[in-house]
């Protein structure tokens, strides 16, 4: 039985050729819920190719697994039960920290069974078993997943995320199932400038990561210090391979340290994960920098990095973490599965940890307090010493959130649940989200960004005891809404360790200014960042825009002299001039989204665009419908296309709608020109501050696509279409597809780029009408001349409007040989 128990507990999936092995932990239940944990820290990922494997046994992290099986199991056999006749099981998996691993785990969890073994490509997402994710600590990962559990084809699965704090995440309608039971990185960065403004510090500096964590937390600090007038001196930010043991490393290292040691700040705040922070400490410690640390929540009760020898020379540390409290009866989970090893019901864990733990034991990796015992490994005590009381609570709660979004979906009292177990993973997030209670006299409730108010604890690391372990003590805590309370005694001890002689030389800069570590005294004005004409991407969007005007030109010429011509009324004569006026309306537009954005070109871009494409694509239907009456023979077909063929009411009605979402776009929500301030540059671009009038504007472009796409596809068994017809089809797919993959990466890209995004979009779908609508006509009026004139002899041989051939010379269309003309006109055995 422990044999059984010991396959399913340590489970590695990636037996697929190619695939990196998944640790994984698995119980069944009627409601699974999926779990995503680095309980390794590292991989082995470099810039060569090849199979990933994890390493950095972290003996916290496997506690926070074993806290969501502890919870699951307590609301299991909960008097009264929480949820009567149905059981939570869960599929836990070993991310190892990394994005690529974290998705292939999620992709496993979406999958409708849970089959480890299965190595089949084919996934069906429509009834996933998981219906709701808790997982992961790292922002990075947790977007990437998040976005991944957002998409309809995966059924929309609710992700809940215990430790990820990125402000980004707050964002709905990039994240739309995300939730998380801390606070963002917003409330953490205000926290931060109000002990620094508490106790009268003048500077400070801050060195954050190249990752949505470190980037977005470092962004916050410099916005809320400019606006406090407390003096940033440096910005550092780390590229991401700084925790690989690289030579580039070593210099980053090295110049960090330099700018640490001659730096006038009076604080030293490290908003990056603790992977990097413990490099940092590590040269800290050795050079003796006897600094004072703000640390982050990723690292601020850190038993590896408190634990580090010598760490009292690197100086104080302060930090920041979530409200703290112990998880109900979880040291007590701990020591009885640890010890009691004959139950099954507790073995498989044990084997599990205990291999894992022997394993890096063996490697000589970190044990309890940093010694290499084994003994020690397997000692429940040992392991109690590093359960945390911040990330464990956090898990604590979502899965009680979960439990009570169960109880409330599924309709249960104390007896039994009225609903089958049979419900949408979105059913269930709309409950998840109304929760609105107290656990554990911790009261939750979540916000319209899916962030709950909790408050977080100042910490304070108290000197190394190699008794009892690092000291970690809260001397203080901070609300999301400003109140903030440290200790008096607080205020003495910070002064006397204030570099007051210093400060002096650093003074706050004004808005869209910087200063320089080595001229603290000078500021220097910001750069302004957006998409110049000079640029050599902007130079390219610009050449084309020229040549897609020059074509529309070209060919509004040739339609003028070639304008009494079969093929041009084919076209529905008057509608090709006006398709044509509103694709170089289109070219002309993408020289809008260049230069450095102005109230008015905010204002006409999109919803210009918008309009003139319309417009196009009116002229389009119009001339379809043309085409389909003149050649639809089957008179009840005919009937009701006929009321439809009316030209110019078409192209009125149709873009007349979108004028008019136009219209109240511009009046009511228009985007305006923004100024988001960076360290070192002012970035300028137009804020979209309606995205339901942006939505509207693609999704009726894109419905009139579609339609143009039925009828050409419809008219693809005339004979005057049988290559025009195809050409259009393509056309409209291709702007499909051109709108679909543009509006995700246009609603979350930030930067100068995005406006180029928008003009290479609009360039492209103007091209695609342009060479499929168009083209090919006035390629057969310059090349293809003798065509027009057979159509023009066969006009006048049968020039009855009634006559099949009669309506084909009015028609026009591509070229066509003298024995298909016969078969057409009824009656004549052969006129050419």
Sequence with gaps: MSLVWLLVA????????????????????????????????KTNRNQKPGELTCTEFDFQRFLHTQVMIHTINQINQRTP?????VTIGYDIYDTCGDVSLAIKATLRLLKSASDPHSCSTHSDFSQPQTKVVIGESSSEVSIAVARIVALAAVAQVCFISYASTSELLSRKFKFPTFLRTVSSDKHQAEGICELVR?????????????????????????????????CVEFVDILPGHFNQNTSDTHTLLADLMGRVANSSAEAIILFTKATNVEIIIEAAIQLKLNRTWIASDSWSTSPKISAMPGIEFAGTVYGFIFKRKEVPGFKKHIVTIFNDTTNNSHHHHHLWYSNL????????????????????CLNPRCLIAFID?????????????IADGLRRLLKCDSLRCERSSDFTPMELLREIWKVNRTFNTTHVVFDENGDPSLAYDIVYWKTFDPKTGPVIETIGEYWPDGRIHVPEKLYSAMNAIRVSEKSTACRPCAKKQYSVDSRRDQCFNNTDEFLDWSMDFSIILSSFGVLG????????????????????????????????????????????FQGKPSRGSCRIGLPLFGTAFSVCMSCILANLLQILVGFNF??????????LNRPVAVVVVVSGIQLALSLSWLLLNPSVPQEEILYHSTLHLCELRSVGFFAAMIAYNAILAFICFLFAFKCKQLPDLYKNATLISVSMLLFLIIWIVFVPIFLSMRGKYKASIE???????????????????????????????????????????????????WMGGLCWSKTEISKLWVGTKDSF
């Design 10 to 41: 340590v489970n590695v999936i990636g037996s697929c050729s190619g695939e990196a092995a998944l640790m994984r932990v698995y119980s069944p239940g009627d409601i699974i819920i999926g779990g995503l944990f680095p309980v390794h820290l």
């Design 81 to 85: 039960r929480v949820l009567p006749n």
């Design 198 to 230: 508490k106790l009268n510090w003048k500077s400070v500096a801050v060195v954050g990561s190249e990752d949505e964590y470190g980037r977005y937390g470092s962004d916050l600090l410099n916005d809320q210090f400019f606006n406090k007038g407390v």
């Design 357 to 376: 733990c022997l394993n890096e034991s063996e490697d000589g990796g970190s044990d309890c307090w940093m010694t290499n015992s084994r003994k020690q």
């Design 389 to 401: 009381q911040d990330y464990s609570y956090s898990i604590y709660l979502a899965v009680e959130v």
């Design 549 to 592: 005007i020059l074509i529309s030109v070209v060919f509004a010429v040739l339609f003028m002299v070639n304008h009494s011509t079969p093929i041009v009324k084919a076209l529905g004569g008057y509608l090709c001039f006006l398709e044509l006026l509103s694709l170089l309306a289109c070219f002309c537009l993408t020289f809008s």
């Design 634 to 643: 089957n008179l009840k077909v005919g009937l009701w296309v006929k009321k």
């Design 759 to 809: 003009s290479a979009a609009i360039l492209i779908s103007s091209s695609s009408i342009l060479g499929c609508h168009l083209a090919p006509k006035c390629y057969i009026m310059v090349f293809r001349k003798e065509s027009i004139m057979s159509r023009k002899a066969a006009t006048q041989l049968n020039p009855n409007p009634t006559h099949t051939l009669g309506l084909y010379g």
